[in-house]
């Protein structure tokens, strides 16, 4: 059946009036398919125009869309670019603050001291004996003996020896705590920063988020709009808030973990200051970084260091196996008699009692002939050959560690390229377009909110990628122990 010109300008110019009401309704279609889908969001608007009074009182009221000037946004607790602390600073400062590391720093003080007990000699010995006969008698004696240990054999020079190389593991010790403090630290400091960085991001999703809500809300108020779309963008701002406090609760996790290994109370207040900028540049060949990773990681140094302690002992418990001698030196004054009497140079009796004086001195021998130290010297051989073991796995897992880190950095690297060229931009471009033509009427708002989510989700993982280079890079420095990672 066909219509005439009349009914064919009126369908027309009421298709014209519907769109220009609708802009969802394109105006070639027929009038009747028009008039269907005005009858459908009729009732549509009408069923759903009753939820949001249903529900509005369970959900806090939105606030009022404020200017940033005036909003103080919940990310700028954590983020602070001029006054805050930086990742370098960080680590300077848990280095002198860490109580785990000032605990470690006196363990080398203790060891300082057992090495300066090393080095003193053995003290003499005095023995004071005295005697007196009992009763009738009168006689009496005092003796005197003074005993100096020679400590032959090496003795005294492997005890030295022993000590300072005590002393040399416990800084090797300490220094590869440095090292490994630092780069938690900085592991600690990214993961704060990242999510400081999507609470900043979130806070700026919320206030425009608002901003769209409040202008829908007018919109329904004057009638352009259907209460069903300030519904839809209610739920998507509570669920953006929803985000934020979760966002919020765990920087403020990772600030306390980071203000423990700080050394510092967890109400002190700790405002962060960098970026994951210029992490990308050109790094020394992986077999530079390993070579100097094996000269100068730290606790290959231990390794070595123990070593040379074990070495250090099988000649202490070989020195102690060798013979040793001790000299000795006495004085004895003696006071004798009989009784019975004598006479003396003037043909007079007196008692026949006299004083001696004596005069001793020699030598004592510690003859190793059953004991020689024999079980002491293999526990000391066994050890050394456990400390070579030790070095040596280490020295392969360096190895696999600088590998690790080099292969994890160069694929963090491709993936934030990735994401930055290739998908953020054109992310963000999507969304501007989206709105654009949900502004125009091309597009709904579940079109825009879609869009809108993948945007959220794909912002929060580049901040994640820039995340795995710093982390990537950290680790490079740690296990390389390039100067980077503590610069003092």
């Keep these: 059946m066909r219509m005439n010109c009349t009914s064919q300008r009126a369908c027309e110019a009421g298709g014209r009036i519907i769109g220009a009401a609708y802009p969802g309704l394109t105006p070639g279609a027929t009038l009747c398919r028009r008039l269907r889908r005005l009858v459908v969001v009729f009732v549509l608007t009408t069923f759903f125009g009753q939820m949001p009074t249903v529900h509005a009182q369970a959900l806090p009221a939105p606030p009022r869309a404020t200017s940033p000037s005036i909003q103080t946004p919940a990310s700028s607790r954590y983020l ?6 930086s990742a370098d600073e960080a680590v300077t400062y848990a280095l002198s603050h860490n109580g785990e590391l000032e605990a470690a720093r006196k363990e080398i003080d203790a060891a300082k001291a057992r090495s300066r007990q090393a080095r003193l000699r053995a003290n003499p010995k005095l023995d004071i004996e005295g005697t007196r006969q ?23 020079a492997t005890r030295i020896t022993v000590a300072e190389r005590e002393v040399e593991v416990r800084e090797r010790e300490v ?52 209460p069903l779309e300030q519904n839809m963008a209610l739920v998507e701002l509570n669920k953006l808030k929803s985000m934020r406090e979760s966002v919020a609760g765990k920087v403020e996790v990772s600030l306390f973990e980071l203000r423990n290994l700080l050394g510092i109370s967890p109400e002190q207040p700790l405002r962060l200051k960098g970026d994951f900028d210029h992490l990308i540049d ?27 302690l074990a070495a250090a002992r099988i000649e202490q418990a070989r020195a102690e196996g060798r013979l040793d001698a001790s000299l000795t030196a006495g004085y004895e004054r003696m006071n ?144 390389t122990a390039s100067p980077e990672l503590i610069k003092r």
């Design 80 to 85: 602070d670019q001029t006054n805050g602390m």
């Design 134 to 156: 009992i009763p009738p008698g009168k006689d009496n004696s005092l003796m005197a003996t003074a005993m100096l240990p020679l400590e032959l054999g090496g003795r005294r």
């Design 175 to 226: 220094a590869n705590r440095e090292r490994l403090l630092a780069g938690e630290v900085r592991t600690k400091f990214g993961e704060a920063l990242s999510q400081a960085m999507k609470l900043s991001f979130t806070d700026e999703l919320v206030e425009a988020n608002q901003q769209s809500f409040n202008l829908i809300a007018a919109k329904v108020v004057e009638g352009a709009t259907p």
């Design 282 to 308: 050109q790094l020394p060949p992986s077999s530079e970084a390993t070579e100097h990773a094996l000269r100068e990681r730290p606790d290959l140094q231990a390794f070595r260091a123990n070593e040379n």
């Design 336 to 479: 004798s008699s009989f009784p019975v009497f004598g006479v003396n140079d003037h043909g007079q009796l007196q008692p026949v009692q006299d004083v001696f004086h004596f005069l001793k001195f020699g030598v004592s021998l510690d003859l190793p002939i059953r004991n020689k130290n024999q079980g002491a010297i293999e526990a000391a051989i066994a050890d050394s050959a456990a400390a070579k073991s030790r070095r040596e796995f280490a020295e392969l897992t360096v190895r696999r560690e600088v590998a690790s880190a080099y292969a994890q950095y160069d694929r963090a690297v491709r993936a934030e390229e990735i994401f930055r060229v290739g998908a953020r931009d054109a992310a963000k471009a999507n969304l501007d377009v989206i709105r654009q033509t949900y502004e125009l009427g091309s597009k709904t708002l579940l079109d825009f909110i879609g869009e809108q989510r993948r945007f959220i989700e794909l912002e929060n993982d580049f901040i994640d990628a820039q995340l795995a280079v710093y982390n990537a890079r950290v680790e490079i420095a740690r296990a």
